[in-house]
């Protein structure tokens, strides 16, 4: 199965090139596929599954589409 | 609020009445248009027959503006506003009050889109000085302000942009022991922090006071903008104290911008009396790939 990914701000340095596409085994969360692609625990601050906040610990299926995002804060 | 005598005001809407023009719109709808010069005729008027209790001119032009739009007459420097917010919705932004907090990216562009609105009143306070980082986006710097206080450079320019708004700049750094006196008469807080050690502290006190919060935050292309209710966890309850991502991706002006009126859209749908369109929610964009997605926070 394949998800969509979608690295906001400086998370976008971890976003891998088929982030349209990404390959995600069965049952795999969102915490696995944070691992998988190297994000530091402490640079994630707020993920959304198919636009809807959600913990890291939510399994995927496919076609979700996964939002991560680091702290924003400038003005 | 300067308080005008019932008297004074029957004359005033008779006046008014008189000097009502009708503008053709283009789809051929007719709408009652009191010309800007004519406002500020009144208004002086007004604010010579008052000289005892010295109403400054923009209070006068304030409630000039108020009644006319009370009679349904829309005065001509918010005719571009006819379609977007009703004439009922225009008197509401000219009665509402505004708490902003933070005078320098976002905050210049989103007390210019207040000012320009017809926002009655603004409370806002930043103890910043312009310096020359700021020039990149900060709508209130320029050559000749940098050194200044952010506060007075705003103060400045409202009085060439809407001198109506009843403006009230501080230059302080708030400290949360006085947001709430801060907060009073105001309907909104508009946090327009950089950074985010303080946010908490005003979604805390914002709380306290029962006012929703329009927040927004910027790295690079991308930004948020969200509303939060009272009682309710924003953005900024998530992200923590610590280091954000403007710190290695600094603040563009097209996204601060962006974000801005962003802000400025959502605060005038609160204060015009539609409610808040982003409570709960969070708009996300991404000007590098033109992207604009709303979450559920």
Redesign the interface.
């Known amino acids: 199965m394949h998800i969509t990914l979608?690295c906001?701000?400086?998370?976008s340095r971890f976003s891998p090139p088929d982030a349209e596409a990404f390959p995600a085994a069965l049952n795999e969360t969102v915490a696995d596929i944070v691992a998988r692609l190297g994000i530091p625990e402490d640079e994630l601050?707020?993920v959304?599954v198919n636009?809807?906040?959600a913990p890291l610990a939510t399994p995927l299926a496919d076609g979700d589409r996964v939002?991560l995002?680091?702290?924003?804060?400038?003005? | 609020m300067a308080a005008f005598s019932a008297v004074n005001d029957a004359h005033l809407e008779e006046r008014i009445r008189a000097l009502t023009q009708t503008a053709r719109l283009a789809d051929g709808r007719e709408l009652p248009v009191l010309p800007f010069f004519f406002v500020q005729d009144l208004a002086r008027a007004l604010a010579r027959s008052r000289t005892r209790e010295k109403h400054p001119r923009g209070q006068a032009v304030a409630h000039v503006e108020r009644v006319a739009l009370a009679l349904g007459v829309c005065p001509e420097r918010y005719l571009r506003n006819h379609d977007a917010y009703s004439l009922v919705e225009q008197l509401r932004l000219l009665e509402s009050g505004a708490a902003l907090v933070?005078l320098?990216?976002?905050?210049g562009y989103v007390l210019e889109l207040l000012a320009r609105a017809g926002v009655g009143r603004v409370r806002a306070a930043d103890g910043d000085e312009f310096v020359p980082t700021n020039l990149n986006r900060q709508l209130y710097a320029t050559r000749r302000s940098l050194g200044g206080y952010k506060a007075a450079a705003a103060a400045a320019r409202l009085r060439l942009v809407n001198p109506a708004v009843d403006f009230e700049p501080m230059a302080v750094y708030l400290e949360e022991a006085d947001m709430l006196k801060f907060f009073q008469g105001a309907q909104l807080c508009l946090d327009?922090?950089?950074?985010?050690a303080d946010?908490a502290a005003l979604l805390r006190q914002a709380g306290q006071a029962g006012l929703p919060v329009v927040t927004?935050?910027?790295?690079?292309a991308?930004?948020?903008v969200a509303t939060v209710l009272p009682g309710e966890k924003g953005?900024?309850d998530?992200?923590?104290a610590?280091?954000?991502?403007?710190d290695?991706?600094?603040?563009p002006a097209p996204a601060?911008a962006t974000?801005a009126s962003l802000m400025a859209a959502e605060a005038l749908s609160v204060l015009c009396g539609r409610g808040p369109r982003l409570a709960g929610k969070m708009l996300?964009f991404?000007l590098n790939q033109m992207?604009f997605?709303?979450?559920?926070?």
Request: net charge neutral; proline share 3%.
């Open positions: 979608k906001f701000a400086t998370l601050k707020l959304f636009g809807v906040h939002g995002f680091p702290a924003v804060g400038g003005g | 933070g320098g990216g976002l905050g327009a922090l950089g950074g985010l946010r927004a935050g910027v790295a690079g991308s930004g948020f953005p900024a998530y992200f923590g610590g280091a954000g991502a403007e290695s991706q600094g603040t601060v974000a996300v991404d992207s997605e709303t979450l559920t926070l």
